[in-house]
């Protein structure tokens, strides 16, 4: 293809945001780096334009600002909050979203401050709205040069930013972006066992508001029951010192109803809707996720102006439990699934709709309906393909490695629950969303921590259970304190973390039974009435071990375990869910990146986009390679024996 020609066309048809002065052919780019330049290209393109995930705003211009953005890195030494636009130079270009620390595995990214620039466009005299859909770790935003928001809470959670009024239309964006563990400017990022990536990761948004007195902020949807269809609703309106407004309700493709006026609740500024029933609404499950629309409209007092609207699409379902086991729209279910985090070798934590397609497939074909969202907030497109394809989710808060002492302190106590908020706003109306939580392997056996438990767990039963409907998500953590734990009052569902065979009596499979039930025996002893999930268990192998001896990190042994796992969780009718470590390879933390290196590749392609394969790798480190080897697909998604086994089990058990 004539890519030069192509490429002229999208320079002509581009908005201001997407550069006219890309040098790829000065660059000596093949065909491989022509066809993603122009995949980016399209991205900041008029072409796509539209919402990238659920809600819609269709009372609002949004403009997608995807694309190729101004970039600097100022390194380790910049202070990121006290530098200004003025300090920061950005003389390269990088793409949006996107990491900007991805390397190899087994090599350590850069740690500190970059700088991002682009221009939005904003109707002169009126106000807008940025959504960041994520911004790792710190982040602080500027519109023109003026300071808006310092987000602090954690790198994989959406937040909003109010962008006053101008005169000018052209305005100029500027993003501070610092992802270096500090427990001031990221107090969430406590550390983990992976690679927290930095950078502008997941997608901007520019919302144009057709009022600046009055809008919509977020619709929220509660089912009450899904067999008669109905369902309650919060809307949330920025409508100042109005005690109420007029709405109109659209369900699905049916026009809008009637017009009418709605209290508003001037505590939170909410109007409550009782009682809707879904005009032939169907009940979301497994095996039928069915979906539907709801059309909040904002209209003036004369209804003949629309204000603002915001479209939702949600699912008729209730989650519960019926003598100790998890139940869905009444009838217990098996939870069968994989945890999964977010990351690629060449996009790391800024995956595109591509790879998460990819990884839909993937965990369909291993038989999955359940997933856990290891160990942050997920990506809005992720969720809306799991609410598509019947998939359950367990979505968390950003946790691993919490200490006593995080709990103990305000400051941090006050970004955990600023970001347990944050995540239940963007995935509230998310059917797929079933369980949620917080402190992954957190200090649940010592008594100081509960308090600090209780205050996440609090927050979000006062989202999720509302004017009297069904509670629409359940409150756990994967603890691996297990026994030991004193906070599993405060807890809907205990989730264990173990590695029978692995980590404790490695190589004895005949353990792995005895010691999931004697689990399961305490857990029902303790706790009759609350559901048992394996929230983590499994083994390590790596790609190229193929070994017929199958000894530690060898497929087979791998396989070996996770079958033993999977056939009797699915068999166990105490059991209510597994979720499998894991889905796929990952990139390991900065201890083990530096600690462990690289393994020894074959020749390969200078792309991460392609597999890298190991001639040699030493198993000597924990995290061989760099990489935590647990996946049942390696981190370029080649399948590992174990695709032959444990799905196997879990499809047979539907």
């Not at 809008?215 to 009450?224: A, G, I, K, S």
Request: with cysteine; net charge negative.
């Amino acid at each position: 293809p004539d890519y030069a020609k192509i490429l002229s066309v999208f320079r002509r048809s581009s908005p201001a945001n997407c550069p006219r002065t890309a040098t790829a052919s000065e660059a000596g780019f093949g065909d491989l780096m022509w066809r993603l330049l122009l995949v980016l290209l399209w991205s900041c393109s008029g072409l796509a334009g539209q919402q990238p995930f659920w809600p819609e705003y269709p009372g609002r211009t949004t403009t997608v600002l995807d694309g190729v953005w101004q970039f600097g890195y100022g390194g380790s030494h910049v202070d990121a909050t006290t530098v200004t636009p003025a300090d920061a130079p950005t003389p390269n270009t990088t793409v949006v979203p996107s990491a900007f620390d991805v390397q190899p595995p087994g090599i350590e990214g850069p740690r500190g401050t970059a700088f991002y620039r682009t221009l939005i466009t904003l109707q002169p005299g009126s106000p807008g709205l940025l959504y960041f859909a994520a911004c790792s770790f710190y982040c602080r935003v500027f519109v023109d040069g003026q300071p808006l928001a310092d987000h602090r809470a954690g790198g994989y959670q959406p937040f909003w930013v109010a962008v006053p009024a101008a005169a000018a239309a052209s305005r100029e964006l500027f993003v501070v972006v610092d992802n270096r563990f500090n427990a001031t400017t990221a107090p969430t990022h406590t550390g983990g066992d992976f690679y927290m990536f930095g950078g502008i990761t997941r997608h901007v948004i520019l919302h144009q508001l057709a009022s600046a007195t009055q809008n919509l902020v977020q619709v929220e949807t509660f089912t009450v029951d899904p067999a008669a269809a109905t369902l309650n609703a919060r809307v949330l309106v920025n409508a100042p010192n109005a005690s109420s407004v007029r709405l109109s309700l659209a369900w699905d493709d049916a026009p809008a109803g009637k017009p009418f006026t709605a209290a508003v609740d001037g505590s939170d500024s909410t109007v409550v809707l009782l009682g809707l029933v879904v005009p032939n609404g169907q009940p979301w499950s497994f095996e039928s996720p069915n979906l539907h629309r709801l059309t909040v409209n904002l209209l003036d007092s004369t209804d003949q102006n629309l204000l603002d609207a915001i479209q939702v699409r949600f699912g008729l379902r209730v989650v519960g439990v019926s003598g100790g086991l998890f139940t869905l729209n009444g009838q217990v279910v098996k939870l069968r699934g994989y945890n999964r985090h977010t990351m690629w070798p060449d996009t790391g934590s800024a995956v595109t709709p591509d790879q998460i397609e990819t990884d839909i497939g993937l965990l369909k074909e291993i038989g999955a309906n359940y997933v856990r969202g290891a160990h942050y907030p997920q990506d809005q497109h992720f969720l809306d393909r799991c609410d598509e394809e019947g998939i359950a989710v367990w979505e968390e808060a950003l946790g691993p490695n919490v200490q006593v002492a995080n709990l103990l302190n305000p400051y941090f106590m006050q970004y955990q629950i600023q970001a347990v908020n944050e995540m239940i706003s963007a995935s509230i109306n998310h059917p797929s969303v079933i369980f949620h939580a917080f402190n992954n392997e957190g200090p649940s056996n010592d008594p100081r921590a509960c308090p600090g438990y209780n205050a996440s767990a609090s927050a979000i039963r006062a989202r999720v259970i509302r004017d009297n409907a069904p509670q629409s998500r359940l409150v756990t953590w994967a603890s691996d304190k297990k026994e030991s734990d004193v906070c599993l009052a405060i807890a809907d569902v205990v989730s264990f973390n173990d590695y029978p065979a692995w980590y404790s009596n490695t190589g004895k499979f005949d353990t792995i039974v005895p010691t999931w039930q004697a689990h399961v025996s305490w857990a029902k002893a303790h706790y009759p009435l609350k559901p048992f999930t394996i929230s983590e268990t499994g083994g390590g192998a790596i790609f190229e071990w193929t070994n017929a001896s199958e000894p530690q990190w060898s497929q087979g042994f791998q396989t070996e375990i996770v079958s033993r796992e999977a056939k009797w969780a699915v068999s166990t009718d105490s059991v209510s869910g597994i979720t499998l470590w894991q889905f796929a390879d990952i990139k390991a933390n900065d201890d083990s990146t530096q600690q462990c290196g690289q393994c020894d590749y074959m020749p390969h392609a200078n792309n991460l986009s392609v597999p890298w394969t190991c001639a040699y790798i030493s198993v000597a480190c924990g995290r061989p390679g760099g990489e935590n080897h647990k996946g049942v697909v390696d981190f370029w998604r080649r399948k590992m024996f174990t695709v032959a086994a444990a799905p196997a089990i879990y499809t047979n058990s539907i």
